[in-house]
């Protein structure tokens, strides 16, 4: 091995502290936790530019197992097929279990939380009107009544009184407190 070039380097006392954690969980000595952070930012630099809670919300949901990436369009046309199809009935029978299903995962959480975390998954946009008050953009008017009986699934499975109002596009939901 060819003789390491020595670098210098000033840290705030912030980055110091991180600095040594990150020595003392990995158990490295200085040098080689400054190569894996360089080779890993070389890599990953890119992410810095999406929200890290977003990021690590797909890594967990993605990594699972339990979560798939579909396209919008198949998505859609999963739900007129539904919608035009003779069973529907049990479809939504099957959706509002699944619903159910969630609201034990969700136990503890905040609606907030819980919007956050679908807002992860596309369904819609969130946009915050006040506390305790969120409009929900979705992306056709096809999902509003997938999304509507879930969360008053998922709502009332973890104790939250929600209304949620409907117009075209959009769902109004405001907490009950």
């Not at 502290?17 to 952070?37: H, P």
């Amino acid at each position: 091995m060819k003789k390491p070039i020595r670098v210098t380097v000033a840290l705030d006392e912030e980055s110091y502290r991180i600095f040594n954690r990150l020595k003392d969980e990995i158990r490295v000595s200085q040098s080689e936790l400054i190569r894996r952070v360089l080779k890993f930012y070389s890599i990953y630099r890119d992410l810095e530019r999406y929200e890290s809670d977003r990021i690590m919300i797909y890594v967990e949901m993605l990594s699972e197992g339990e979560h798939i990436i579909l396209d919008i369009d198949h998505w859609i046309t999963f739900l007129r097929f539904i919608e035009t199809h003779p069973e529907r009935d049990e479809f939504w029978k099957i959706h509002r279990e699944i619903a159910k299903a969630h609201a034990e995962q969700f136990a503890g959480k905040s609606a907030e939380y819980i919007l956050e975390r679908l807002e992860a998954c596309n369904f819609f946009r969130i946009n915050k009107v006040a506390e305790n008050e969120w409009t929900l953009i979705l992306g056709n008017e096809i999902t509003k009544n997938f999304i509507k009986i879930f969360l008053e699934e998922v709502f009332s499975g973890v104790g939250i009184n929600a209304e949620i109002k409907e117009d075209l596009t959009k769902l109004r939901i405001k907490i009950k407190v």
